[in-house]
Structures are given as structure tokens and as C-alpha cells.
């Protein structure tokens, strides 16, 4: 079953904040977060495994809440260049991921 | 280094014909993935391959077959397209070695169209 995603879409300003949660409904060891631009691949975000560790990279930091099966990408002081799907993926004792359906986010001047 | 490279870019197929996409990693990553994106659908799993010689079935391996004969290379084969495999194809790879290298590097993508 695939993580639920939300929102399905998000239009900010630059310099504004947004936060995108996924939802799992089974128990989690990882969460992953991509970001893909239109007609590229994914692009790695980062990783949060098992433990509630709250990670960080610039401006976009993340949490996971194992407990909930759930994790939350927070974008702070948006970019143009943060423009894209967001896609979260769950993993399992094995390394495989399932994705959600994506949130595209689109930062505005 | 190259990363991840798939084969073709683009392909359209006729319904019934066969194909095969070829992926190929050059980072030595023991684990590869076969994703399709559709629009609305995120990116599913089709097949994945956990070493050279062994694949496992994704979330939709209907449709389609995989090889894995050499570590670098993880090959999706149509044997009789049909409009529903129309889609955006990713391969992705990545490491085992270090718990921190989980991160899975995607390839560029295939648009297969089967009319």
C-alpha cells in the first residue's frame, strides 16, 4: 500500500514556509525523501531511519515519527529552485521503497 | 563516472511487440530497481534485484521480465506490449554496504508509448 501523501499540492511564494507529511499504514524503518523537476529524474533528498531523528539540509529539514508511521518534510524560506515533486518513500526490513503519489510544490516570485 | 544510465530514452512500440530496457550502473551498487511513473501514480516498483543473478517482484511485475547477469546491469523486458505499459520508466540503484547509503540513484528515464 502506498504511503498517502498531503497536500496533493502546494503554491507558495518565495520566502514562505510548507510542510508535506506522509502517511504510512504499516510500520516503518526508514523514510526517504526525493524531490523530481518535470522530465528529470528524482533527486535525493534525504533519509530518516528508525530512532525519531529530526535531519536537516539548508533550509529543508525533516522528522519522523515512528510511532505515528509517519514523517514531515519542512521547507523553510522557499526557493524558485525548490519547484518540483516531492515524492516520500517507505521502507521495510528489505531495502525496497514503496512512494507515495507525490506533492507538487510550486514557489512563485 | 557515469551513475546510472538507461536505454533507450524514447521507444514507441506497436501493441504485441516486444522490447527490452537496458540499465547500467557503474558505482558497483548491489541492489538495482525497475520503477513506471504515471501521471498521478507516484513511482511503482516493478522488479528489484538484491544481486547478480537473483530478482524479486515489485508492487507491479505483471507484464514484465527481468535479468540480472552481470552486478552492473539489471535488464525490463516487454514480451507483448500493451497501451497500459505506456509509461515513464526509471532505474534506480544503490548501496548496502553502509546503513547511511540508502539513498537510491535514479537513472534518466525511458518514455515507452505502446500504441
Known amino acids: 500500500q502506498q504511503p498517502v501523501q498531503s497536500p496533493q499540492a502546494v503554491i507558495l511564494r518565495e520566502g514562505e514556509d510548507a510542510v508535506i507529511n506522509c502517511s504510512s499504514s504499516k510500520a516503518l524503518y526508514s523514510v526517504h525523501w526525493y524531490r523530481q523537476k518535470h522530465g528529470e529524474a528524482p533527486v535525493f533528498l534525504m533519509i530518516l531511519l528508525k530512532g525519531g531523528e529530526q535531519k536537516g539540509h539548508e533550509k529543508i529539514s525533516a522528522s519522523f515519527n515512528e510511532k505515528k508511521q509517519q514523517s514531515s518534510l519542512y521547507l523553510t524560506a522557499s526557493q524558485l529552485s525548490y519547484s518540483g515533486t516531492y515524492f516520500c518513500g517507505t521502507g521495510g526490513a528489505t531495502n525496497k521503497l514503496i512512494f507515495g503519489t507525490g506533492t507538487l510544490l510550486a514557489v512563485q516570485p | 563516472n557515469a551513475g546510472v544510465t538507461q536505454t533507450p530514452k524514447f521507444r514507441v512500440l506497436k501493441t504485441g511487440q516486444s522490447m527490452t530496457l537496458l540499465c547500467a550502473q557503474d558505482?558497483?551498487?548491489?541492489?538495482m530497481y525497475w520503477y513506471r511513473q504515471d501521471p498521478g501514480m507516484g513511482l511503482r516498483l516493478i522488479h528489484y534485484?538484491?544481486?547478480?543473478?537473483?530478482?524479486a517482484k515489485g508492487e507491479v511485475p505483471d507484464g514484465y521480465n527481468v535479468s540480472r547477469l552481470k552486478k552492473q546491469n539489471f535488464l525490463l523486458g516487454l514480451e507483448s506490449a500493451a497501451p497500459s505499459q505506456t509509461s515513464v520508466y526509471f532505474c534506480?540503484?544503490?548501496?548496502?554496504?553502509?546503513?547511511?547509503?540508502?539513498?537510491?540513484?535514479f537513472g534518466p528515464g525511458t518514455r515507452l508509448t505502446v500504441t
Open positions: 558505482m558497483n551498487h548491489e541492489y
Open positions: 534506480a540503484s544503490n548501496s548496502i554496504r553502509l546503513l547511511s547509503s540508502y539513498e537510491q540513484y
Open positions: 534485484s538484491v544481486g547478480e543473478g537473483t530478482t
